[in-house]
């Protein structure tokens, strides 16, 4: 029997509740592993060869590969151990999350720097009739969509 939960109508959201941990365990003791030197040396050396030590989906594999963290936080991830991967490339948590909204690393800092994104029409699907994850752009292109709609806004109340 599957559980009600409500919390899923959060826009372009993944709860890491009971069900996403048991689906990423392997997938994040894998990314604990990194926490030893030889074995980041390992992963950095063969990437493949590493990951094939570990009993995790192809799905998950390939997301830690292709740095997808988007994926692989839907195929069971949590990003505080995803984060080790990175890190293992030398890439800050600041560079991450801004490759996981399609922004720069500077267009991240600068929109969590104003306070972030706003949580009106990103409250639950369906919000505002817009509040969906395919249609929330980032970076400079969301910044251009916001203000057209911010003019379109100002115009219809005149």
Partial sequence: MA???PYQDIPGTIIFDAEQSRKGYW???FC???MKADN???FKADQRAYLNEWPMSEDQKQAVIDMDLNRAMALGGNIYFLAKIGA???LSFQQMAGSMTGMTEEEY???MLAGGRS???NRFIGENGDA???NQPQGAAGAAARQAAASATEQGKN
């Fill in 27 to 29: 997938l994040n003791q």
């Fill in 40 to 42: 980041r040396e390992r």
């Fill in 132 to 134: 969906q994850a395919h």
């Fill in 88 to 90: 293992t490339h030398g």
């Fill in 119 to 121: 949580a009106q029409g």
């Fill in 109 to 111: 800092r600068a929109m």
């Fill in 3 to 5: 559980l009600d939960k």
């Fill in 32 to 34: 604990m592993s990194l």
